[in-house]
């Protein structure tokens, strides 16, 4: 059974930073993309990072601050997270699509940016 757990997740103040994991089950070249998504109180689940064909796309509000990056050998993603912002603060999950298009996602760590 594929399952995703990440970690990571805390409450740091404006302008710190935080690394996400996401630990995978199974070998990550299992999936066709992987990437961070984000959902905050009142708002709909939106795209943080995505790693697909060799590519790493990144929402506009993160670009510059955030990093994505995978470890192979350790089945793992990361989201390393730089200049926090209050409005960073939310619910970060790992999506993975398998080879055959089945969506897999952690169950979320929560991320708190406040003085």
């Known amino acids: 059974q594929v399952q995703l757990v990440e970690s990571g997740g805390g409450l740091v103040q404006p302008g710190g930073s935080l690394r996400l994991s996401c630990a995978a089950s199974v070998s990550i070249f299992n999936f066709k993309n992987m990437g961070w998504y984000r959902q905050a109180p009142g708002k709909e689940r939106e795209m943080v990072a995505i790693f697909t064909g060799g590519t790493t796309t990144y929402a506009e509000s993160v670009k510059g601050r955030f990093t994505m990056s995978r470890d192979n050998a350790k089945n793992a993603v990361y989201l390393q997270m730089n200049t926090l912002k209050p409005e960073d603060t939310a619910v970060y999950y790992c999506?993975?699509?398998?080879?055959?298009?089945?969506?897999?996602w952690g169950q979320g760590t929560q991320v708190t940016v406040s003085s």
């Open positions: 999506r993975g699509v398998s080879l055959f298009n089945n969506p897999y």
